[in-house]
């Protein structure tokens, strides 16, 4: 398995602005996903993160409203922007690696917006 | 990927058996059975996964029909940490680099 951390763990933004998410993985992984998890929802797959190339983005979502970044195979960002109230949700960051049998989670990052 | 159909939601009395059903019946040979769990307010935990074979592990035992079209999740002696929704989920491969793709799932409550 892999211990994976979000950051932050909660906020509570104002309509317009923007926030980046962080997921830090303690070792090297092939893969990372972003999910969203509306209240009340079931997960949704947002986007995969490619290492040095843009991410893959499910239909729904696009780059300009979720810019996603992975500059290494530990690390990636995910930038909710112009954020309305219909963004308030859970996100969440998963990996896959060499040796695991599965997608792991990290405890997701709850965000309100106001 | 196929779709999975689970109950909206079960009960189970503390320290008995919860069987947790789910309906796959359009899996491919090459599909695997995978269960997650959310306690609230957390990130899903793997639980389980097979092919064809019953397995089992610390936390739970997986029984598959010989026709691979249903399975069951059992938790042999539910706690009320036990308390979330389980997901049932089927994927191509065992490390193939498919995402997750996430139904309902099935919210349980132990009961005391």
């Known amino acids: 398995s892999a211990v994976i951390s979000q950051k932050p763990s909660r906020d509570i933004c104002q309509r317009g602005t923007s926030l980046t998410i962080q997921c830090q993985v303690d070792?090297?992984?092939?893969?990372m996903f972003w999910y969203r998890q509306q209240p009340g929802q079931s997960l949704t797959l947002i986007a995969t993160a490619n290492q040095g190339s843009e991410a893959t983005y499910e239909s729904g979502f696009v780059i300009d409203k979720f810019p996603i970044s992975r500059p290494n195979l530990t690390f990636s960002t995910l930038t909710v922007s112009n954020m309305s109230p219909e963004d308030s949700s859970i996100y969440l960051c998963?990996?896959?690696?060499?040796?695991?049998?599965?997608?792991?989670f990290g405890p997701g990052t709850r965000l309100l917006v106001l | 990927d196929a779709k999975t159909t689970q109950p909206t939601s079960m009960d189970c009395a503390e320290g008995r058996a919860a069987n947790l059903p789910c309906n796959h019946s359009?899996?491919?040979?090459?599909?695997?059975v995978y269960w997650y769990r959310q306690i609230h307010s957390q990130g899903p935990q793997y639980i389980i996964h097979g092919l064809k074979n019953n397995e089992t592990n610390e936390m739970a035992s997986l029984i598959i029909t010989e026709d691979r079209k249903s399975s069951t999740l059992i938790l042999p002696h539910a706690t009320l940490r036990d308390t979330a929704v389980y997901y049932c989920?089927?994927?191509?491969?065992?490390?193939?680099?498919?995402?997750?793709?996430f139904g309902g799932g099935t919210r349980l409550m132990v009961k005391p």
């Open positions: 070792s090297q992984v092939t893969m």
């Open positions: 989920i089927v994927r191509v491969g065992d490390n193939a680099g498919n995402m997750l793709t």
């Open positions: 359009t899996i491919s040979g090459n599909e695997y």
């Open positions: 998963s990996v896959l690696g060499q040796g695991m049998q599965t997608q792991y």
